[in-house]
């Protein structure tokens, strides 16, 4: 099965602080994703990532940035922290080259709160 | 760009009965994917059905199935004979069927209850 692992259940920081939330997967999924959720707006893409180096935007980047150095583990960077960025964060892996599958796979989640 | 809508914010079963959660969605493509995700209260989110919108049969899994229609671009998921478990969030996603995996756009969720 595969296993996507978060390095946090929960997290709290300070206004400002610069915040590292890691994912790990261990399928050597070449496709990861990071999401924000928050209650009445379902899931939202905040960047991806097709391969070791690559990264594209998601579609609300703003405020984050993230480092794929090696192909199982994908972070995402909070270079400054707002209590705006207070929310749920999902990391997801799928194998980009079985389609037949085309399942995401999730982490169980990060909840950040900015104070 | 695609867009999902999930209509019903949050609904009420009692177990063993059946209920079914609508999901909308508008996109120009012709051949994409539809999933019906899962967050049980322990956040970890699981597949429960997939859908390929070029086969006209409806998925089912045990319990779980959908009624796809592609020309009103509707895709409901019917849960039968409920049970505690299926207390969750469920959400509505959608893929393109690109060369490479492609991203999900997921609709706002629906919050079902199921009760004794």
């Known amino acids: 099965d595969v296993k996507v692992t978060q390095s946090s259940r929960y997290l709290v920081k300070r206004t400002g602080e610069k915040v590292f939330l890691e994912c790990v997967q261990d399928?050597?999924?070449?496709?990861m994703f990071w999401y924000r959720q928050d209650p009445g707006l379902g899931l939202r893409l905040i960047y991806f990532?097709?391969?070791?180096?690559?990264?594209e935007k998601g579609d609300i980047p703003e405020g984050y940035s993230v480092s794929r150095e090696k192909k199982e583990r994908f972070s995402l960077i909070l270079e400054s922290a707002s209590t705006n960025q207070t929310s749920m964060y999902l990391c997801?892996?799928?194998?980009?080259?079985?389609?037949?599958?085309?399942?995401?796979?999730f982490g169980p989640g990060t909840r950040l709160t900015v104070l | 760009a695609q867009t999902v809508t999930q209509s019903q914010p949050e609904m009420s079963v009692q177990e063993a009965e059946t209920v079914t959660l609508s999901c909308t969605y508008d996109?120009?493509?012709?051949?994409?994917?539809l999933f019906w995700y899962k967050q049980p209260p322990s956040r970890q989110m699981i597949l429960v059905i997939r859908?390929?919108?070029?086969?006209?049969q409806n998925a089912t899994e045990n319990r779980f199935s959908v009624n796809f229609q592609k020309a009103a671009k509707s895709f409901s998921l019917k849960i039968s004979d409920s049970q505690l478990g299926d207390t969750a969030m469920y959400f509505c996603?959608?893929?393109?069927?690109?060369?490479?995996?492609?991203?999900?756009?997921f609709g706002t969720g629906t919050r079902l209850q199921v009760t004794l």
């Open positions: 859908q390929e919108a070029y086969k006209q």
């Open positions: 990532s097709y391969d070791v180096k690559m990264k």
């Open positions: 399928m050597d999924h070449e496709n």
């Open positions: 996109t120009s493509e012709n051949n994409y994917y």
């Open positions: 997801a892996s799928i194998n980009g080259w079985d389609k037949y599958y085309n399942e995401q796979f």
């Open positions: 996603a959608f893929m393109p069927n690109t060369g490479t995996a492609s991203k999900l756009t």
